[in-house]
């Protein structure tokens, strides 16, 4: 059974930060593109950053020098560290894991609540 589990999500002020976690279990962790997304109210659900197995990074360009995807394959685990929010970054962020070469093989969590206010 897959399970993504997010955690770290919350309430921040503009120009805090927040860092967020997914641990996976159930999949061969080391070899899938991980990736968190983003659905604000009202809008659909939009990539945010993903991380191959290599280590190669992409993000969309609207948190390119704010936000840094990780991956640490001995513990399962993907990290969305988020720097210098906006209350336009107000969310609820899904990890998303990706299987390289079987696309039915795609599983998300459950999502957490990401919102920046004062």
């Known amino acids: 059974q897959v399970q993504l589990v997010e955690s770290g999500g919350g309430l921040v002020q503009p120009g805090g930060s927040l860092r967020l976690s997914c641990a996976a279990s159930?999949?061969?962790?080391?070899?899938?593109?991980m990736g968190w997304y983003r659905q604000a109210p009202g809008k659909e659900r939009e990539l945010v950053a993903t991380?191959?197995?290599?280590?190669?990074?992409y993000y969309v360009d609207s948190v390119k020098g704010r936000f840094t995807i990780s991956r640490d394959n001995a513990k399962n685990t993907v990290y969305l560290q988020m720097n210098s929010l906006r209350p336009e970054d107000t969310a609820v962020y899904y990890c998303?894991?990706?299987?390289?070469?079987?696309?039915?093989?795609?599983?998300w969590g459950q999502g957490t609540q990401v919102t920046v206010s004062s």
């Open positions: 991380i191959t197995s290599g280590g190669s990074t």
């Open positions: 998303n894991a990706a299987h390289p070469y079987y696309p039915s093989r795609n599983y």
């Open positions: 159930g999949i061969i962790f080391s070899i899938n593109v």
